[in-house]
């Protein structure tokens, strides 16, 4: 479904990522793990070009990844982000049928139904008509999960989706991610979550200073890791 | 007493002159007013067009719009109004004095107001471009479904703070013969030598446009809060 060949990325002079080399299943969830300034999540915004790559390439759904063709081919790749960013203008039901309406040109109705379904799916139907602002961290990320899934798809991105929520928010996002993985959806994950990785991830890829330094199923990464580096970041995050 | 007893009737002189008065302000205010209302509009289309302009991917269109920002901001609006109706002529170029005025006053508010949006464009979170771009939607698109609508909301008390402006800068067209509020003052004031009553009626006249002005921009701008925090 992604294929990753050899990417680079420099920030100026800084080399963020050093070759990456990465290949992901249809259906598979594989998680990111690392500590901050690895270039995880530089890796998952290069995905949908975000941040430009400064070499190497990427295939989704077996098509190279060009800036010409980066409209068509985001449509493929939903993204759900840290701080969520909602568009704060519009209703709930407005945010998450705002693609399929001007990017697809679906008929308003349509994407209504559709809309309102995805909304009962993250169970945040009764917030149709509500603006973001009314919602708490946990239903705003719940919507803009919907808005990515309205698109249809066929894999999506999350870049540590639940770092800018309160503790008790967390399940509640967790749980639909969940949903979506046991739906054989292929996702990506950025996460510090490593209980919600451990049992959700079918792989577990560990990024150290721009590398993959580690990778493997959770079991493998988490009760025989190899590498120094993850021995001590896992040490540092379970403690 | 002598004292309160002349001070009664300069009070009542005063104010007979300024009852005497105020009504024929009223053509001038009346010029005010459109002069106002003219350049706004069209300083609105002015300004969103340069924004526009500004935002485009040709190096040529930015530099110019640029070049008109820094030239309007950095000459004196009162030269510029002399300039087209006392300069122009000079190089074949007659406008008359009412849309000379609109010209200049639109153009001065216009490059303003193209300031006001890009600053309210680039204080949208660039979080907001990335969620609509990961949609799939084109940079125009996005653009215009998710920033302007955001950055337009955010510009309004900017926006207000030059509508009063322009009301105030309406007066420097009574230096190219416009008998707007300002020129009548002058003009009574010379044939009367009266000055004080007079000048203070053209001011309450100037106030009374801007309270109004900002009443109206206030009840907008709590409209437009509604859906946020």
Known sequence: MIKIKNLHKYFGELEVLKGINLEIEESEVVCLIGSSGSGKSTLLRCINFLETKTEGE???????????????????????FQRFNLFPHMTVLQNVIEGPITVKKMPPKEAERIGLELLDKVNLSDKANEYPAMLSGGQQQRVAIARSLAMEPKVILFDEPTSALDPELVGEVLGVMKDLAKEGRTMVIVTHEMGFAREVA?????????????????????????????????????? | MEFLKQLAASAAAFFSTVIEFAPKFLPGVQLTLELAFFSILFGMIIGLFVTMMKLSRFKFLRKCMNIYIAIIRGTPLLLQLYFIFYGLPSIGLMINSFPSAVIGLALHNGAYISEIFRGAIESIDYGQGEAARSLGMTKWQATRRVILPQAFKRSVPALGNQFIIAVKDSSLASVITITETMLLARQFGAATFNVFPIYFTAGVYYLIITMGLTKILARIELNLKINER
């Open chain 1, 58 to 80: 990427i295939f989704i759904d077996g098509e190279r990844v060009t800036k010409k063709e980066i409209n068509r081919i985001r449509q493929k790749v939903g993204m759900v």
């Open chain 1, 202 to 239: 079918d792989r577990i890829v560990f990024i150290h200073e721009g590398l993959i330094a580690e990778e493997g199923s959770p079991e493998e990464i988490f009760e025989t890791p190899q590498h120094e580096r993850l021995k001590s970041f896992l040490g540092q995050i379970i403690g």
